[in-house]
């Protein structure tokens, strides 16, 4: 019997990063990464694609009521947001110090940390 391998794809976009939308209803803006699914490639930007969720009354909060809150949205309508120049850019990877693979930007050929 086979072993089923979970692959995990490499992204262009990590926790942290600031990134701009390219698509969608939010295009046009940027904001931070809060987190990133590496399995659905998709990531939740803070204050951006704003849900409204319905919640039941509880011990804790027994009023109940409407919260607001981040959904998640597909890593391909995000773009990264250059750190040095505040434009985004694509990302490439190339070996950098110590042989290990680093992200850099496209426009300006620089590394981007993190």
Do not use: C, F, W
């Amino acid at each position: 019997m086979e072993r089923k391998v979970n692959k995990q794809t490499k992204l262009h976009i990590k926790t942290g990063d600031t990134v701009k939308v390219i698509a969608g209803d939010d295009k046009g803006k940027t904001g931070k990464v809060l987190s990133v699914d590496k399995l659905k490639s998709r990531a939740i930007v803070e204050g951006l694609n704003m849900i409204t969720k319905h919640v039941k009354p509880t011990a804790a909060k027994p009023q109940g009521g409407i919260d607001k809150k981040e959904a998640s949205m597909h890593i391909s309508n995000l773009k990264l947001v250059d750190p040095k120049t505040g434009e985004a850019t694509r990302t490439g990877r190339k070996a950098g110090e110590n042989g290990k693979l680093v992200r850099y930007s496209k426009k300006t050929g620089e590394v981007i940390n993190g």
